[in-house]
């Protein structure tokens, strides 16, 4: 309920009064001008005839504008502090997007104890898998000319056209046999040498976005499923992420589920 004016002077109350920022009588035109209170404070919004214009005075703040239902709950925020517009009841980016991997068991990438191994993107068949490393973490490059592998290197890659933010990595994964392995996967972001021409594909100055903790698998016993949040969220255009995925023994192989929740910056 607003609070009523009666009994006020104008030189008492002229502060709460709200006018269009203009030194001429002329009202909504086409120019978009701020609203102001009556000494002259600029608000966070601007008017025309046409437009309607939100910018804040002083701070970005993750609520610059609000839209909420009756019960007082944001059904769509501007969020200038992030750069981010949330919507509906459970306030997600409004350009949210997902990305899959995924492999069955059938081609057998646990096939070495402690090797890392890319996961088909799109859950494309790979005809040879493809190996990043041994260490804690995958590699951080990878030399196409020296493997001879691009046909499937280019099965296992999401190329990134628009700057994107990861938001969280959702992964599943579940043994072939009774027996298990410790296991986990990563999601990486690589420099891509992108053309024509020999050497083109290579990858380098690898960062993991998000690495998932070691889990232990009872083989087909169970479906491991873990979330994962980014350590690393932000990937520009025109790099290539990749999903690897790992097993400390050769109990079992493997089939893996991997979603990547994103939006776009």
Known sequence: MGVSKTGKTPAS?????????????????STTRKLCSGDGADSAASLSDDVLS??????????????????????????????????????VAVNTQYAYFGVTSAMGLSTVAGTHYAVSFNNVY?????????GTEPSTSYDISANNSGNDMASVLWYIPDNITVDQVY????????????????????????????????????????????KVSLGYENVIYESIAPASADVDAGKVCMVTFESNGTNSDYSINATVKYHIR
């Open 13 to 29: 109350d002229y502060k709460r009064d709200v006018s269009v920022s203009q030194t001429t009588n002329t009202g909504f035109d």
């Open 126 to 134: 790979l005809q040879t898998a493809i190996t990043m490393g041994t």
């Open 171 to 214: 992964w599943m994964a579940g043994g072939h046999a009774a027996a298990g392995d410790t296991i986990n996967i990563h999601l990486l972001s690589f420099d891509f040498d992108a053309g024509v021409g020999a050497g083109k594909g290579d990858l380098s100055n690898g960062i993991v976005v998000a690495g998932g903790a070691d």
């Open 54 to 91: 939100v910018q804040p005075v002083n701070d970005d703040t993750t609520g610059t504008m609000l839209v909420k239902n009756n019960a007082g709950n944001n059904i769509l925020a501007v969020d200038t502090v992030n750069s981010k517009v949330l919507a509906g009841a459970s306030q």
